[in-house]
């Protein structure tokens, strides 16, 4: 038995030889609740003039709380220790890709004259953003195989529906306007809200028992209506579609394009090229790929990469390049989707996302993709002994397993997800994707060593075979944090957002 694994009580739930320990403050009260009438933060003298009323004083709240200068930095210090991210530990959050972000990256984009450029500077004073755009613009190209490109879209859901949108448009001036859009059911949830947003029915094609595209059903369904196929590839099991070329033969020869979720191209990029296996169009997430800030609602990017075929509805302005090879934006563009972001994107996205291209260099972005399907591959093979395996199919940058193991004991995949905290991890992606009942979806990334990477096949270790003869130390986690296991629908549906005073 390993170390890990002789735990026996939630009171001595964190083991020797883990990182995970109880924090040095587990109940730190409000300031409000800490109060105590007259201390303050400053000190100031007497008036001598009249005082005036201030004409934006807040009313709604009475009492605000009094604190010296030192208890209010502690508290806030404090809180701020209470963070966990991926700069200070691992993330292993499947489909997101939370990986490290290199801070060289950080520094390029708050280079002066990068940082605090204006997006209402004229084109004449932003030549060295608009060749940062191209340059990235270009590589982008290289990686994907693709033949044109906007940087404009948001986000990778934005750039979701300015993919959709272009094949709208292509289909309508070839007069072949059609209803319908293919999703397969392993494919990311926002999917199918793009393809209604836009207009279209959805239509569900089911997965084979490898976890892929089942051609049958592909040819079937794969009528003179459907507009797409929207691929995620590859999908979110983690694994590639072997008969990529064939479905986009298929999908080209019914007169439908074929759409490509490029959420998962940390694990192509250098070894494999969209353009090159017959995608039509694609988005990219900077922020899941090239290294770029991830979570909290953004700032992010989705860069939609086309054929040339679909060039001329790509949204306006287009980055193009003057007869001297100089850079600039064209707003002529007749045929263009229009507008879909204000200026020109997120900037601040565009020079981190290019800085770690550079950085890495053409070897260096391959081996992160090869350390990224390693890294994956080496945690499937270590947990495949504790934890169901609902696919037989070789994994690539993430593996997704099942409850299906513990579910007898009662233990199920957000029980385990909740020990995880203990032990001093992030919790995995739980219950997605849904085609897998109970999945457990974990993406390393190539930003873990493997000394961490056996740290967490510890913990996993010792919670299956808790699961196995505790149960309910895994159902009750998590233990060591200020607040242990919460009613999530009620916390959902009854959100207490602000505090009040007791009555």
């Given at each position: 038995m390993s170390e890990t694994a002789s735990?026996?009580?939630?009171?001595?739930s964190i083991a020797a030889g883990t990182r995970a320990s109880r924090h040095i403050v587990q109940n730190e009260d409000l300031l409000f609740e800490v109060s105590a009438p007259g201390k303050r933060g400053y000190q100031l003298p007497s008036?001598?003039?009249?005082?005036?009323?201030?004409?934006?004083?807040?009313?709604?709240?009475?009492?605000?709380?009094?604190?010296?200068e030192l208890e209010v930095i502690r508290h806030f210090t404090r809180l701020s220790t209470w963070n966990y991210g991926v700069d200070t530990g691992m993330y292993p959050l499947g489909s997101c890709t939370m990986k490290y972000n290199a801070r060289v990256n950080e520094h390029v984009t708050r280079i002066e004259g990068l940082g605090d450029g204006h997006p209402l500077q004229p084109e004449s004073l932003s030549r060295g953003a608009l060749r940062i755009m191209q340059l990235l613009s270009d590589y982008l190209l290289?990686?994907?195989?693709?033949?044109?490109?906007t940087l404009q879209p948001a986000a990778g859901a934005q750039g979701e529906l300015t993919g959709i949108l272009l094949v709208r448009e292509a289909l309508a001036a070839r007069g072949d306007a059609r209803r319908k859009v293919l999703i397969p059911d392993s494919a990311h949830g926002t999917n199918p809200a793009t393809a209604a947003i836009a207009g279209y029915q959805v239509a569900n094609?089911?997965?084979?028992?490898?976890?892929?595209?089942?051609?049958?059903?592909?040819?079937?369904?794969?009528?003179s209506d459907v507009a797409a196929l929207m691929l995620t590839n590859p999908n979110t099991l983690g694994i590639f579609e072997p008969d990529i070329k064939r479905i986009a033969a298929l999908v080209h020869e019914r007169g439908g394009m074929l759409y490509m979720d490029g959420a998962n191209m940390n694990a192509l990029v250098g070894r494999a090229r969209p353009g090159d296996f017959g995608v039509d169009v694609m988005h990219l997430n900077l922020h899941k790929t090239f290294s770029t800030p991830h979570g909290g609602g953004g700032p992010g990017a989705g860069p939609v990469a086309v054929r040339k075929e679909l060039e001329p509805y790509l949204p306006i302005p287009v980055l193009t390049r003057k007869s001297d090879g100089a850079p600039a934006l064209d707003y002529d563009r007749p045929r263009s989707i229009g507008r879909v972001r204000a200026f020109y994107g997120n900037f601040g996205m565009f020079t981190r996302a290019l800085a770690y291209i550079m950085a890495n260099g053409c070897d260096g972005l391959k081996q992160t993709t090869d350390d990224a399907v390693l890294n994956a591959n080496y945690l499937r093979k270590k947990l495949e002994a504790d934890y169901a395996l609902p696919y037989p199919t070789p994994s690539m940058h993430e593996v997704i397993f099942s409850d299906a193991n513990q579910a007898p004991q009662g233990v199920h995949t957000g029980d385990i997800a909740k020990r995880l905290i203990d032990y001093g991890f992030h919790p995995y992606t739980v219950s997605f994707p849904l085609v897998?009942?109970?999945?457990?979806?974990?993406?390393?990334?190539e930003s873990i060593n493997k000394r961490e990477m056996d740290e967490f096949l510890a913990a996993m270790h010792a919670i299956a075979e808790e699961a196995r003869t505790q149960p309910e130390l895994v159902t009750g986690a998590p233990h060591s944090t200020k607040i242990s296991r919460l009613d999530e629908v009620a916390a959902a549906r009854n959100p207490v957002l602000r505090w009040k005073p007791k009555a």
């Open positions: 735990i026996t009580a939630p009171e001595t008036l001598d003039v009249p005082a005036a009323p201030l004409a934006q004083t807040r009313t709604e709240i009475q009492d605000f709380p009094e604190l010296s290289e990686i994907t195989g693709m033949e044109a490109l094609l089911k997965s084979n028992a490898a976890g892929t595209v089942d051609m049958a059903s592909l040819d079937q369904l794969m009528t897998v009942r109970g999945a457990l979806m974990i993406e390393p990334t």
